[in-house]
């Protein structure tokens, strides 16, 4: 005997004649709908259109009363104080967040009020970080080994370590430098344990300049000597091949150039190590115009529009139960 179930021709005729019948009902249903959203809006097409002007001129009202604007600076920790300017700018936050006006205009800012938000985060730069830092390079390869290189660079451990940072603030209206940026700056630079590392790091970086040039001065006098005893011999170029082949020469002329590169690099380090925190730029006044920031014109009428509509489904709702409730 065969195993295989037996088809009724007949069930089969049965099911499409079902499924036809329901596809043509929600085709119906689906008609019966809009139609009854047209008769709908017909019926309240002025109650409509009353709503979308209260909307847009509440809207156009607000979007030009309530504006936000972003504020960008652009820093660089000195002396590792990046854990001190995060721990400084969490701390901002968070009296923002309470509204502590008293700290605030300690602070020295001026528009407590309209100071809405702090943040800070790490400019991602990885060249930057491994820039003419062995060690450096070594630890992201260690550290790329045993997991995903994307997610390392922008690990916090990792991020920490990146030389420059953004603070960005917000404001509900135009500020400028010296109601928030200087008295924002001034607070990160407060502090009188880093004030004794820059001082001594700077007196260093003099100390060091100052060696530099002394050795420079002694390796000039020592290649002059030399200009001086070759050319009075009458026998330069064998005295040059002599050098260049003990490579004498060019170790001292590799010296002087060292010291000469550290020398610029000295004096880009004296510019930038006038602050703990430093200041490398600020833009201010960035009008924000993300989420419905600005488009509360367009925003309300809509608004306004979808809660009438769902008003009278609740209503048309409410009347058909009662309506099956007063006929049982």
């Given at each position: 005997?065969?195993?295989?179930?037996?088809?009724?021709?007949?069930?089969?005729?049965?099911?499409?004649?079902?499924?036809?019948?329901?596809?043509?009902?929600?085709?119906?249903?689906?008609?019966?709908?809009?139609?009854?959203?047209?008769?709908?809006?017909?019926?309240?097409?002025?109650?409509?259109?009353?709503?979308?002007?209260?909307?847009?001129?509440?809207?156009?009202?607000?979007?030009?009363?309530?504006?936000?604007?972003?504020?960008?600076?652009?820093?660089?920790?000195?002396?590792?104080?990046?854990?001190?300017?995060?721990?400084?700018?969490?701390?901002?936050?968070?009296?923002?967040?309470?509204?502590?006006?008293?700290?605030?205009?300690?602070?020295?800012?001026?528009?407590?009020?309209?100071?809405?938000?702090?943040?800070?985060?790490?400019?991602?730069?990885v060249y930057k970080f491994i820039d003419n830092k062995p060690q450096n390079f070594d630890l992201i390869k260690l550290m790329a080994e045993d997991g995903d290189i994307n997610k390392i660079v922008?690990?916090?451990?990792?991020?920490?370590?990146?030389?420059?940072?953004?603070?960005?603030?917000?404001?509900?209206?135009?500020?400028?430098?010296?109601?928030?940026?200087?008295?924002?700056?001034?607070?990160?630079?407060?502090?009188?344990?880093?004030?004794?590392?820059?001082?001594?790091?700077?007196?260093?970086?003099?100390?060091?300049?100052?060696?530099?040039?002394?050795?420079?001065?002694?390796?000039?006098?020592?290649?002059?000597?030399?200009?001086?005893?070759?050319?009075?011999?009458?026998?330069?170029?064998?005295?040059?091949?002599?050098?260049?082949?003990?490579?004498?020469?060019?170790?001292?002329?590799?010296?002087?150039?060292?010291?000469?590169?550290?020398?610029?690099?000295?004096?880009?380090?004296?510019?930038?190590?006038?602050?703990?925190?430093?200041?490398?730029?600020?833009?201010?006044?960035?009008?924000?115009?993300?989420?419905?920031?600005?488009?509360?014109?367009?925003?309300?009428?809509?608004?306004?529009?979808?809660?009438?509509?769902?008003?009278?489904?609740?209503?048309?709702?409410?009347?058909?139960?009662?309506?099956?409730?007063?006929?049982?």
């Amino acid at each position: 005997m065969s195993s295989n179930p037996q088809v009724n021709p007949d069930n089969q005729e049965i099911d499409l004649s079902q499924v036809s019948k329901r596809i043509g009902k929600a085709f119906e249903d689906f008609s019966t709908w809009i139609f009854r959203g047209i008769l709908f809006i017909k019926r309240n097409v002025i109650i409509l259109a009353v709503l979308f002007i209260i909307g847009a001129g509440l809207g156009y009202y607000l979007d030009k009363s309530t504006k936000v604007y972003d504020h960008q600076i652009i820093v660089s920790p000195n002396f590792g104080s990046t854990d001190y300017l995060y721990s400084k700018i969490n701390l901002l936050k968070a009296k923002i967040s309470e509204h502590d006006t008293a700290f605030l205009k300690k602070v020295g800012i001026i528009d407590t009020k309209k100071l809405t938000n702090i943040e800070i985060n790490p400019i991602t730069d990885v060249y930057k970080f491994i820039d003419n830092k062995p060690q450096n390079f070594d630890l992201i390869k260690l550290m790329a080994e045993d997991g995903d290189i994307n997610k390392i660079v922008v690990d916090e451990v990792t991020s920490r370590n990146y030389p420059f940072h953004i603070i960005s603030y917000t404001t509900s209206s135009i500020t400028d430098e010296n109601k928030t940026l200087n008295p924002i700056m001034s607070f990160l630079n407060d502090s009188d344990y880093f004030k004794i590392v820059q001082k001594v790091y700077l007196e260093n970086l003099k100390i060091k300049y100052s060696s530099n040039d002394s050795i420079i001065g002694q390796i000039d006098g020592i290649l002059n000597e030399f200009a001086v005893n070759n050319s009075s011999t009458g026998s330069k170029s064998d005295k040059l091949v002599y050098y260049n082949e003990n490579t004498q020469l060019n170790d001292v002329i590799k010296t002087k150039e060292g010291l000469i590169h550290e020398k610029g690099t000295i004096r880009l380090d004296l510019l930038n190590a006038d602050q703990i925190i430093k200041n490398r730029s600020s833009v201010l006044n960035i009008k924000n115009t993300e989420s419905v920031n600005g488009k509360m014109k367009l925003v309300l009428p809509f608004v306004f529009i979808v809660l009438f509509v769902i008003f009278g489904l609740i209503r048309a709702f409410y009347r058909n139960q009662m309506q099956k409730f007063n006929n049982k």
